[in-house]
């Protein structure tokens, strides 16, 4: 049973486009919203969170969205740049007791200039 | 501070081989992980240790043992390597699990079983 849903499984945008990354879930438990970012060669890295408390977070041009009522939440690049290019995985966990993120398939993007 | 590292960076077995893959972090977290990467699958967990002394099963363990030597050392064996178990292989350590706790990964070990 996959847990959260992630789509699309790759991107293609245009440098200074948006991309947009949608997840879904199901364990309505849920309530921590990470979105993890992979380079090519490297580890996944927190890139932005989310708490189901709030609808929007913002750092940069990178921007959650949260849908409780529909259970989906997204993330949004702004002025995408080729340095954006990566792997972006949604997760979902729950803040209380001690069990581990559920990871999205994950998301290659690129960015073409 | 080195944060989460893995050794080695690259394996190559042959089916029916052993080998253990080890995991070491700095920070002093209580949960450790580690996952495996395929294309188009994502990252899947294998196994996890909450605290020191205790280990989980996770999504994908069947081939797989842990050890949580120390608060510091996970390691991941395989006691016969399979092709199957062809992958990228994960790291990864939290202050405790559950949310609002950061995973920190490792750079990850290539595995190839031939």
């Known amino acids: 049973q996959q847990q959260v849903k992630q789509s699309p499984q790759s991107l293609i945008v245009q440098k200074g486009g948006i991309s947009i990354i949608n997840c879904a879930y199901e364990?309505?438990?849920?309530?921590?919203f990470p979105w993890y970012q992979q380079f090519p060669g490297k580890g996944p890295a927190l890139l932005i969170a989310i708490r189901p408390d709030v609808s929007e977070k913002k750092e940069g041009r990178f921007t959650i969205s949260f849908n409780k009522s529909a259970k989906q939440f997204s993330l949004h690049i702004m002025d995408s740049q080729p340095g954006d290019s990566a792997t972006y995985f949604c997760a979902a966990s729950m803040m209380g007791g001690n069990t581990p993120l559920v990871f999205g398939k994950g998301t290659r993007l690129s960015v073409i200039a | 501070n080195a944060g989460v590292t893995q050794t080695p960076k690259f394996q190559v077995l042959k089916t029916g081989q052993s080998m253990t893959l080890q995991c070491a972090q700095d920070?002093?977290?209580?949960?450790m992980y580690w996952y495996r990467q395929d294309p188009g699958m994502g990252l899947r967990l294998i196994y996890y240790s909450a605290s020191e002394g205790t280990t989980d099963k996770g999504e994908v363990p069947n081939g797989y043992n842990v050890s949580r030597l120390n608060k510091r050392e996970f390691s991941l064996r395989l006691e016969s390597a399979a092709p199957s178990q062809t992958s990228v292989y994960f790291c990864?350590?939290?202050?405790?699990?559950?949310?609002?706790?950061?995973?920190?990964f490792g750079p990850g070990t290539r595995l190839t079983v031939l």
């Open positions: 990864a350590s939290s202050e405790r699990g559950g949310g609002l706790n950061t995973q920190y």
């Open positions: 364990n309505t438990a849920f309530d921590y």
């Open positions: 920070m002093n977290h209580n949960s």
